[in-house]
């Protein structure tokens, strides 16, 4: 699924739609969403069920992430260096000694 711009999500109700469009898309049973605004959450909601004919998605639905978490550790560890809080010669012990 591609990224909404800030400009493009306008209200919850313009992020609902986007992503049942692109949940229809992809064939995607369901996905749970947030999207946060101005440190706030403006959307914090799950979309279609857990698996065909399977109950609701909810916030607090599981998912298996698999090796998609590596990315995601990837974009944090990106995002501490721009902001200053990490450096490429950061090592994991000063950050978690024990």
Known sequence: MTAASPAAVGSAEDVASYVNRQRNLLRLP???VVVIRDRRPLVSKGFGVTAPGGPPVTTQTPFLLGSTSKQFTGL????????GRLSMDT????????
Do not use: N
Not at 91 to 98: C, D, G, M, N, S
């Open 30 to 32: 369901g996905m749970a």
């Open 76 to 83: 944090m560890v990106q995002r501490l260096i721009l902001q």
């Open 91 to 98: 090592t994991v012990h000063k950050v978690l000694p024990w």
